[in-house]
């Protein structure tokens, strides 16, 4: 996460504590843009009603194709070729 590079920490409990303060600032305080300016919590609370304004990246895969691809820098591979 990007509030994490400026911390140095000496030993895994804090590590533990750093991480835990860092998620609970980006997912309870920090409003984000994908979420209209709300927090995450409340979307997922329901507390605000949610409209999707989020970018998905994931193609449609094809109904009667049963095959598993996956882009390598631009270029598709078919793990399961018919």
């Known amino acids: 996460m990007e509030y ?7 030993n895994l409990n ?17 409003p ?3 979420c ?10 329901q507390k605000v ?3 999707r304004i989020w970018k998905n990246y994931y193609r449609e895969r094809q109904s009667e194709s049963k095959s598993l691809v996956f882009s390598d820098r631009g270029n598709d591979v078919n793990l399961c070729q018919d």
Do not use: F
Not at 36 to 45: D, F, G, R, S, T
């Open 4 to 10: 994490l590079h400026h911390y140095k920490v000496r």
């Open 14 to 30: 804090e590590a533990k504590e750093l991480l835990s303060a860092t998620e609970s600032l980006y997912n309870e305080q920090r």
């Open 32 to 34: 984000h843009l994908s």
């Open 36 to 45: 209209a300016m709300h927090v995450p919590e409340a979307i997922h609370l």
């Open 49 to 51: 009603p949610a409209k």
